[in-house]
């Protein structure tokens, strides 16, 4: 399943653009970045939550601080949009059977710093997803999904190795951006598949 949504004559299909969505974010003040907006998401899915019309987009602006924005009033419909966008391709990639998702991310064109500091970020956002999304405690998940979700919230804490070489922090972040990617499908899948056994719908906003 491609979406394809146009903002101002940009197109974006399935895959995030982190650096178009972040200079959004940060153009209505938002205090978090994109990719622990995307983290916190994936959060609230994978805690088995799914949202209709406008409920995601009060929470998403609940967590970026833009409370003092009314939504209907003072978000012009490519706003808009950018939140649904986020939410509809997100869903989409944790639903895809051939397991294509991916965290969103700064690209190869940041510095490795940069794009540490937003590995961390995501796996924040992930975790503060989960705890908000009414999911009741290891007793609810498999050894694998609890393991995933505290390895998870290790990488949350990662830093550049001052010691490495540019060639070996390149390396790491590779494998980290895999295993967060592998972690994260094992925690959805865990927690979401008997649910989707039983009422398998996915809701996608409009």
């Given amino acids: ?3 394809i949504c146009i903002y101002s004559g940009r197109i974006m299909t399935n895959h995030l653009d982190f650096h178009f969505i972040n200079d959004q974010l940060l153009n209505m003040g938002a205090v978090h970045s994109a990719s622990e907006l995307q983290g916190y ?7 088995g939550r799914r949202f209709v019309a406008d409920e995601w987009l009060i929470l998403g602006l609940e967590f970026m601080d833009l409370t003092d924005i009314q939504p209907k009033e003072q978000l012009d419909d490519l706003q808009k949009e950018l939140f649904a966008d986020i939410y509809n ?6 639903d895809d059977s051939q397991c294509l998702f991916t965290p969103m991310l700064p690209t190869e064109s940041s510095s490795i710093e940069r794009r540490i500091d937003e590995l ?12 908000a999304s009414g999911l009741q405690g290891e007793n609810t998940m498999t050894s694998e999904s609890a393991e995933a979700l505290r390895d998870l919230a290790q990488i ?8 490495a070489n540019d060639e070996e922090n390149e390396t790491h972040w590779t494998e980290l951006v895999e295993y967060v990617r592998a972690a994260v499908m094992i925690f959805y899948t865990d927690i979401t598949q008997p649910v989707k056994n039983n009422a398998d719908e996915t809701k996608i906003i409009h």
């Fill in 120 to 131: 961390g970020c995501w796996c924040q956002g992930f975790l503060h997803g989960v705890g």
């Fill in 41 to 47: 998401l994936c959060g609230l899915i994978s805690g």
């Fill in 1 to 3: 399943c491609s979406i």
């Fill in 156 to 163: 949350s804490q990662v830093a550049i190795d001052e010691e």
């Fill in 89 to 94: 391709q997100t869903l989409t990639q944790l």
